[in-house]
C-alpha cells in the first residue's frame, strides 16, 4: 500500500464562491456516480442571491458529532482527520445533526443514513474542480492544530455575515 | 423512456386547481426534445386550431416551464419559459439561467404546463411528488428582491417542518414575476436570483394574467439516469477545459460589451439608435470592474464561465443599488440607448427594473422610444405625465420604468411594448411613429447592429427571425451557420446555456446529447430535419398571429426602417442597409428555409418534414 497519507484540511474562501455548485457535482458524481446535489456531503447554499456559499464538514477539533452519534456509526480517519460514516450502523436518528455546531451533517434523500465530507480518502473532488475553474474558494492545506471548529457554523450565520460583507449594510433587508 | 428524461409532466390548471402528471411519447421527445422545441409542438397541439382567437393574456394560453434533457448534464442550466407571446402573438422559446431546472428534474418533472388563471394569488410549491397551489396574497405586489426573501424562508420552513428528519434544507429554486408581471405588462419578464430573466416573449406577464406570483422548486433525487455516464462526465470537462481557456467572458462576461460594441463595431444603441457609436471610456469595462463589482465570478448549475459579476453601487445617490455586471444588453439599452454613459447610473437603473420585473432590453428599448419622440416633441411633458425625457436623465428614466411596471398615466401606454405603443400614439398623434419603433414583430431589436456590418447578426436576421428581434435566434445564411437560428434551437430545446459552447467544436454538443440520451444526432440531421421542423411552426403560429393584429410577411419581414437611415457617426459613418438587398436576401432565406414568395411554408417543404398534420393551417394564413 501507498505510505500514509497527511492528514488535511480544505480551507474555504466563502466570500469567492462564484454559486457554480461545480462541487456539489463533483461530490456527489464520486460517491454516487449521479449528479445529485442533495447527496452531495458538500452543499452551496443560497440564501440570498450572490451570497453562494459550500457547506460541508469543518472536521472540528473536538469532533462533537463522533461523541454524539449513539450508535458508534461515526468514527475519525486518522489518516486523513475526516469523519468517516459507517453507513450500516448509522441509524439515521440526526443526533450528530444537533451535535453539529453548524448542523452540517444532513440524511442522504434515498438511503437511510447521514452525509458527512469524507474528504474523500485525502483527495477532495470538490476542491479539485474549485481550483480547475480557479474559482480557489477551496484548497487543500495540511491539517495542523488551528480553530478549524469556528467554521463550522449554520448557514443562516454564515449568510448574515457575507451578506453584509457583500452588499453592506444594506445586506440585512434581504434576510 | 429515453435516458436523460425524468419522464413526466406536470399539469396544473390554476382555475380549477387540478393538479395532475402528462407524458410524451419517446417520438415526439426525439423530434422535439425539449424546451423551445416541445414547447412549439405542445402549443401548436392544444392551442393551433384557435390560435387567432387565444389571447396570450386570457386564461386559455399555456404557460410552460420546460427543462431539456441536458439540462443539468450540460454545464450551465437553464429553463425554458413559453406559452403564446404577448409579445409577439408566435411562440418564443425564452430561457433563464438558475437551477430551477436541475430542481425540477430532481422533483421527477421535465416541466410544468400551466393552463388556466387563478381567482386570486397564487403560488405554486413543488417538492417532489408532493406539489400544492399555495396562496400568495403575502407577497403579491413584492419587489423581486423581497418576493424572493419571503418564499426562500417560507418555503425552507415547510421544508423543516415536513420533512425534519434531512437537517438543513437548502433553498428551493424560484421562478417569480414583479409588480410588472403582476400588471401585465408586455415588457414583463419571468425572474429567478433577483437579475436572471426570461425576457424575451413577455411571459411575465402571462404568468401576471394567471395570477401565478411564483413557481418554486425543490427536488431530492438525483437527475435521471443517462446513457453513458463515464461519456458525459468526460465531455464535462472537455467543454469546461475549452471554456477556461477563453479569457473575454470568464474575465469580464459580456460587460466589456458596453464600451467596445459602442466604439469599435459602432453596432451598439446609442439615444434609441439613433447613432450605433459612442466612444465613452467613462462607461468602460474597467470603470465596472474597479468600481462596482464586488464579486468577480457569479454562475449557475454547473457553469465554468461564470460570466457574471455581481455589482453594488457604494457611494453616491444611487448607493445600495444592486445587480449583476449589468451585462452588455443592459449597458446597452439601459446605458447608451438612454444616453447614460456612467456604471453608476446604470447599475442603479438595472436593479431598479430588476426589483420591478420588466425585462431590461425591451423596457429599455420602448424608454428609448419615448425618449425619441419627447425629442422630436412628438410626446409633450403633459402627455408624459410631466416627466422631461431628456438623454441621460437616470431618474427621469427610473420614474417611467416605474409608470410602466405598475401602468400608472402614460405608463399604461408604454406598458403594450414599442410596437403596440407605437400604433397608439400613430393614431393618437395622426402621424407615423412606427419608424421610430427598433423592433421586429413587437420584440425590441436585441443590442446588436447591422449597419456597420461588423457585428454577428445578417441584415436579414431579425426581419426573418420567428422570434422576431431576439438577438439569441438570429436568421442566418447557410443554415448550419454557428450565428442560425436552426442551430440556436437545439441549445434552447436541450435547455443549456449556450455561452458555454462558444470554442467548443460544434460536434461535442450533439455528443453530449447522446451520451445522455442514447440516441445518435447529426448537425445535418438536427439542422435540415429537426429544428426545421420546429421552425416550420414556429413560423405558422407567428403568422397566425392574433387576436389583436396578424403579421403580414411582405411588410414585416423587414427591419426597422432606422435600419436603413445612414450611421450619421462614427467609423462606419455613412453606412445603412439597402432595402433592395435586404428584400434580395429575405428571399434566398425563404428558400433556404423552404417558404414561398410570400413567405409561408411550401405545402411540400411541411410534407418533406412529416409535418402533414399543420398543412391545413397555411388556408389560413392567406
Ligand atoms: S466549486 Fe468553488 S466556486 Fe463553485 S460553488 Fe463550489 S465552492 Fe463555490
Ligand atoms: S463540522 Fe459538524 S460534522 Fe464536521 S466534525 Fe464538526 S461537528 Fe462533526
Ligand atoms: S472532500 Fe470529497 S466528500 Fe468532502 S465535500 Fe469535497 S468532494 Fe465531498
Known sequence: M??????????????????????EIACSLWHENRIWPEASRIRVFMLVPG??????????????????CPANALSVSDETGAVLVDEN??????????????????????????????????????VKVCQEGSWNVLRVVPRKDYSYGLYARKPEEITRDLVVKIYGEKGEEFL | MIKGYAGKFLEIDLSSGKISETKFSDEILKDYVGGRGLATKILWDRLGSKWEQTDPLAPENLLLFLT?????????????????????????????????????????????IVAGEAEKPVYIFVKDSDVEIRDAARIWGKDAKQTVAVLTKECRELLHERFPQKGEWKEPAILYIGPAGENKVRTAVVAAKWTHAAGYGGYGAVMGSKKLKAVVVKGSGPLPEVADMEKVKQLIHTVCEEVYESELWRRWGTGSAGYSVGAKTSSEPVRNWQEEWHDEKSFGVDQFENRVWVKQYWGDFGCPTTCLKVAVVKKGKFKGAITDNPDYELQAYLGTNLGVFTPEENVFLACLIDDLGLCGIQTGNVMGFAAELFQRGILTKEDLDGLELKWGDVEAFAALAKKIAFREGVGDLLAEGTYRAALKIGEKKKRDVLQYAVQSKGIGIGAHGIRSRKDYPEIYSYACSVQGGDHTSTACLPLDDFRSELVMIFNDSAVYCYFNIFGV????????????????????????NKAMKILQLQRIMLLLGGPDFKWNPKVHDDNPPRFYEPLPSGPYKGKSVEKAEVRKEVMRYYEAVGWDENGIPKPETLKRLGLEYAEKALDRLH
Not at chain 1, 453548524?102 to 474523500?120: A, S, Y
Request: glycine share 10%.
Open chain 1, 2 to 23: 501507498a505510505t500514509k497519507k497527511e492528514p488535511i484540511w480544505i480551507a474555504r474562501d466563502f466570500s469567492k464562491c462564484s454559486g457554480c455548485r461545480k462541487c
Open chain 1, 51 to 68: 451570497v453562494e456559499f459550500p457547506h460541508f464538514c469543518a472536521q472540528c477539533e473536538d469532533y462533537p458529532c463522533v461523541k454524539a
Open chain 1, 89 to 126: 450502523a448509522c441509524i439515521a436518528c440526526g443526533q450528530c445533526i444537533d451535535a453539529c455546531p453548524g448542523r452540517i451533517p444532513h440524511m442522504h434523500p434515498t438511503e437511510n443514513h447521514i452525509l458527512i465530507c469524507d474528504l474523500c480518502n485525502g483527495d477532495p473532488q470538490c
Open chain 2, 68 to 112: 431539456g434533457p441536458l439540462t443539468g448534464f450540460f454545464p450551465g442550466g437553464r429553463t425554458c419559459v413559453s406559452g403564446k407571446s404577448p409579445q409577439s402573438n408566435g411562440v418564443v422559446g425564452s430561457t433563464v439561467a438558475g437551477e430551477f431546472g436541475v430542481e425540477l428534474k430532481c422533483a421527477g418533472y421535465d416541466g410544468i
Open chain 2, 505 to 528: 467544436p460544434r460536434q461535442v454538443k450533439f455528443d453530449f446529447y447522446k451520451a445522455v440520451t442514447g440516441i445518435e444526432l447529426t448537425q445535418e440531421d438536427w439542422v435540415n
